[in-house]
T-cell receptor, first 108, second 113 residues
Framework: KNEVEQSPQNLTAQEGEFITINCSYSVGISALHWLQQHPGGGIVSLFMLSSGKKKHGRLIATINIQEKHSSLHITASHPRDSAVYIC??????????FGTGTRLQVFP | GAGVSQSPSNKVTEKGKDVELRCDPISGHTALYWYRQSLGQGLEFLIY????????KSGLPSDRFSAERTGGSVSTLTIQRTQQEDSAVYLCASSLFRNTEAFFGQGTRLTVV
């Protein structure tokens, strides 16, 4: 069982839809990261959070420490949001443990 | 430079040859990480540097893999006697300090034929 579980694995949406991607982890963490990987492989860090909620443009990330769960929301989705979204956690060690990713396709 | 730079971007090598992959982190970043993404697989941790020392090299898959970092800056990941299962995208990331936001390079796509 992966320490970091993401759902769904694949997600398709129409432009404008509200999107939610979920991430669950098994033990206490020091931080949780949401990453975006476009075709071609480049990875961009979207959020790093250890509690509460963060917002950047149309993206919102929340984390519930007690439930060991985080969500990434995309409001008013757009085809350029199409990418793989990866949840990763760090414990007291420094390395990231990655989820398997959620492949999002947004159609016009 | 403005971001994390990796070279080469693509490398094709024959089985049994040695390869060196280079990572130039963002200037001033003390922490540097190497990760690997095999085809159709998720990302896996290889090694972490704090400055020039590697407190965690637990992810290196075999003794054919080694890495070093010099001057608290550039890092080189070396794979000796490459095997086909080493084919993957090797990603480098750096962060200002440990457990802060990580910035990723574009990766080196290694193909062992």
């Amino acid at each position: 069982k992966n320490e970091v579980e993401q759902s769904p694995q694949n997600l398709t949406a129409q432009e404008g839809e509200f999107i939610t991607i979920n991430c669950s982890y098994s033990v206490g963490i020091s931080a949780l990261h949401w990453l975006q990987q476009h075709p071609g492989g480049g990875i961009v860090s979207l959020f790093m959070l250890s509690s509460g909620k963060k917002k950047h443009g149309r993206l919102i990330a929340t984390i519930n420490i007690q439930e060991k769960h985080s969500s990434l929301h995309i409001t008013a989705s757009h085809p350029r949001d199409s990418a793989v979204y990866i949840c990763a956690v760090s414990y007291n060690t420094d390395k990231l443990i990655f989820g398997t990713g959620t492949r999002l396709q947004v159609f016009p | 430079g403005a971001g994390v730079s990796q070279s080469p971007s693509n490398k094709v090598t024959e089985k049994g040859k040695d390869v060196e992959l280079r990572c130039d982190p963002i200037s001033g970043h003390t922490a540097l990480y190497w990760y690997r993404q095999s085809l159709g697989q998720g990302l896996e941790f290889l090694i972490y540097f704090q400055g020039n020392s590697a407190p965690d090299k637990s992810g290196l898959p075999s003794d054919r893999f080694s890495a070093e970092r010099t001057g608290g800056s550039v890092s080189t990941l070396t794979i000796q006697r490459t095997q086909q299962e080493d084919s993957a995208v090797y990603l480098c990331a750096s962060s200002l300090f440990r457990n802060t936001e990580a910035f990723f390079g574009q990766g080196t796509r290694l193909t062992v034929v």
